[in-house]
């Protein structure tokens, strides 16, 4: 008897945000209605005792198609990534951060355009940040020494839109339109599961960040095409990981020495100014992290925000609320409303996920269950 093809394995590395990834993993399962998906979400050791947590949101006989990979310590995000892969049975392998939230269509247009595109090496999308901004991230160009340098020396800010100097970012491509580019995010990497067998999977030289790059530059080099498509996903951008942190800015720019060291041996100069930039990151994490201490700053908190918080409803005019979060409940639009409407919006809002069925509501910056 011949077994059903996958259409898409969906894996997902997940530490510390439980929440994020159950509202991440119910919107991959609504998503995929009608396709044959399969979902593998690896826990890297997470203090918050996700398995556990899983096991009892996502039962295994309602729920066949998941399957948890509990990892025991910290793999790192390439590791973790490829001990997945190895149990994957796809046609296509979709790389997804748990601190996402894809809208009901965002599979079928991602499918659907990969399959009219045999050249595809690996698939991007439009990532929105929680007020509904543009996240830069979400189509880059090969940080090469030149696009490097324009990054670093602030060239690429000043330009955004010019194809020399601010091709870190491609500022200059139309976000509405789908288009050839060369970095895939890593919080959304649909790959064939031929060209990985081709290329192979994530370099686990890198620990976190980087790897995304590295897979994405080894795929156009080995004559495929990266694209990037404008069909709208939520990145809520890392809530695992502290961007202040010291640690942050020596795992990041330690990601790219590597990247350099791998691909361009020869360009020994551009190491100078990454050490620069880490010491320099480095003291204003110092600066900013004692600063915190001595200021009360207002974080993003729903707690903090009751005045301003507000349940879309049919016929209101959320244009006309004062800033502060929107709440979307699930029972009474779609996840593609709530992302079109927050992309439209004029980015004074926040958007805020509540799901009836686990009666938890996810921001950006706070996850909240309802209790009785």
Request: proline share 5%.
């Given at each position: ?8 394995s969906?894996?997902?590395v997940?530490?510390?945000v439980?929440f ?47 399957r ?15 001990l ?42 439009r ?9 830069p ?32 970012y ?8 789908a ?17 990985l067998?081709?290329?192979g ?36 951008k ?32 551009i190491?100078?100014?990454?050490h620069?930039?880490v ?20 974080k ?53 996920i ?19």
């Amino acid at each position: 008897m011949t077994k059903t093809k996958t259409d898409i394995s969906v894996i997902i590395v997940s530490y510390n945000v439980r929440f994020y990834l159950e509202q991440c993993l119910r919107s991959v399962f609504a998503a995929g209605q009608g396709l044959r998906i399969e979902v593998l979400v690896v826990d890297n050791a997470s203090p918050d005792n996700t398995p556990a947590y899983l096991s009892e949101r996502f039962p295994k006989a309602a729920w066949p198609d998941l399957r948890l990979i509990d990892a025991k310590e910290n793999l790192g995000f390439g590791r973790a990534n490829n001990l997945a892969l190895a149990q994957a049975r796809g046609e296509y392998i979709l790389f997804l951060n748990p601190d996402t939230l894809l809208g009901e269509n965002t599979l079928h247009e991602a499918l659907a355009f990969a399959r009219q595109h045999p050249d595809l090496g690996a698939l991007g999308t439009r990532m929105l940040n929680d007020n509904g901004r543009f996240a830069p991230e979400s189509h880059r160009g090969i940080p090469t020494p030149w696009v490097s340098f324009c990054k670093m020396s602030g060239l690429a800010s000043l330009f955004p839109k010019s194809r020399r100097f601010g091709r870190y970012y491609m500022r200059y491509l139309d976000e509405d339109r789908a288009a050839p580019i060369e970095v895939v995010s890593g919080a959304f990497m649909l790959i064939p599961k031929a060209a990985l067998d081709e290329t192979g999977s994530f370099d686990e030289t890198f620990f976190m960040y980087g790897e995304d790059i590295d897979l994405s530059f080894r795929l156009l080099k080995s004559g495929r095409q990266n694209y990037y498509i404008p069909s709208t996903i939520l990145h809520y951008k890392g809530e695992s990981t502290s961007k202040t942190s010291y640690r942050y800015v020596q795992t990041f720019y330690g990601a790219m020495l590597i990247f350099f060291r791998k691909h361009y041996p020869h360009a020994h100069f551009i190491s100078i100014p990454i050490h620069m930039a880490v010491v320099v990151r480095a003291a204003m994490t110092y600066v900013v992290g004692n600063l915190r201490r001595l200021i009360p700053f207002r974080k993003k908190n729903v707690h903090l925000s009751l005045p301003k918080y507000a349940f879309a409803t049919d016929g209101e005019r959320l244009t006309e609320l004062p800033s502060g979060y929107v709440t979307f409940s699930l029972d009474t639009h779609s996840r593609q409303e709530a992302l079109e409407w927050i992309r439209t919006s004029d980015h004074r809002h926040y958007l805020a996920i509540y799901d009836p069925k686990t009666r938890v509501t996810v921001t950006g910056g706070y996850a909240m269950e309802q209790k009785d």
